[in-house]
């Protein structure tokens, strides 16, 4: 089965290719941790996330980026304040899902953490718009 | 009995703050943990609040070494959002710069690993070549540490003489390959403490998603100029050196074999020149809302920039790095077990990590 038919059987439809060269998919009822499994089982590398806040306190949209090939793999989820944690699949996710539950209070589900750019008892959410405008 | 040791955040065996936390036996590391955030600079957020401008002067400082190539990838993903595209000279400057880039951080990295090796002649060594490859970047930029070479559309200056700035390279490449190649690759002292120190094996690799010298060294051939090219390293011959031990020898030889091939690429970089403008001037900059990502091969590995724009906006509503050492930092962990207390120093260096970037 190739990568496109995987993420099809999961769901997971391509929108568009972007001027970044950035192959988009859509991630509508998707699972994240069925898409990670289905990616590494596919020989992707997992990059990073970025994360956005979205305006009037309507979430954040976190933008997984995969590499497979040369080729950059984008897969956008829309969600609250909790998002599966996929580290456990996936250990090169483990900072950068550290990295953001500090920097915009996500929560990882199934997962502890520590601290990483924070110190331990230090208020997370630091790059968060109302706490810092 | 097991036992903890600490190392870091300010030690002697380390080039920046940082704390690896060592459960040894005896003095065999079982285990380990990372502790980062000691340089913590909230440059992403910081970035929310500059025009491009501003921008492109904060970014350079993300690294004191990479400084070229994190304004090169940050002006790729802005020339992106604004459709300015760079003359086909600006691209050969692109390359050029971050060749000696590269060749400045493999040799300087190289002087270190050869201070923790106890072969304090090739640190001193090491440095001479360093500042040879400093005086080309100075003669091209003005500047030997942040260059602000790069600009949306292009570059800031050119390079006005190309052969002699070949020749500083010919002359260079024949001393690395006469003297440091050997050295790295041959002799007994770096084959005694790199041999079968500090394994990555080819399957922990993949796991933890390593990138750069480090993924190449454990059987990874995994290389961004040739995956996915940028710049004009598309019009570029060059190899890219694989290694399948795992080891910090591994690290070692591909690294010095990577400063021929950067040696290989500049000479076709100065020879094969394009005429004309390095910049477009000063076009009206139109940012377009939406994000745009950018990938570049820094020494060290894979950068990545995503940017995102909202309209009429004079600042960007995101930028967000992910470093190399970011990617590869968390493989010491099992690099370290097993290892001797005594090898951590050289393991850990073995990936060049850069906290400075790391922590933004």
Redesign the interface.
Known sequence: MTLVEALENLGVKKSLLDSSGVSWFTTENVDPRQLAESLLRHGARFITVTTHELPRGQGFRLEYLWDLDGRLLGFAFEVGNTMPSIFDICEAADWIEREIHEEFSIDFVGRSYEPLLLREGDRTGVNLREVTQ | MSYKMPMGPYHPGLEEPYKLEMICDGETICDA?L???FN?R?I??LAETRNYVQLIALMERVCGICSFIHTLTLCQ?LE?LTGVVPPPRALYVRVVMAELERLHSHVLWAGIAAKLMGFKTMFMACFAYREKVMDMLQAISGNRVNYSMNRIGGVNRDISDPEAILKMVEQLESEIARDLVPVFTSSFTARSRCAGVGILSHEKA????VVGPTARASGIS?D?R???PYAAYAEMEFDVPVEAAGDVRARLLVRALELLESCRILRQALARLPSGDFNCGEPKLNFAA??????VEAPRG?V?Y?V?WVQNSRNP??V?V?TPT??N??AVRWMVQGARIADAPLIQASIDPCYSCT?R
């Open positions: 943990r502790h980062i955030g913590f909230g992403e957020h993903a992106q993949l796991s933890c998603g995994q961004l040739r995956a996915a939406g994000t745009a990502i950018s990938r894979e990545l995503s995102s509503s995101r967000h992910r970011y990617a930092m968390p922590d």
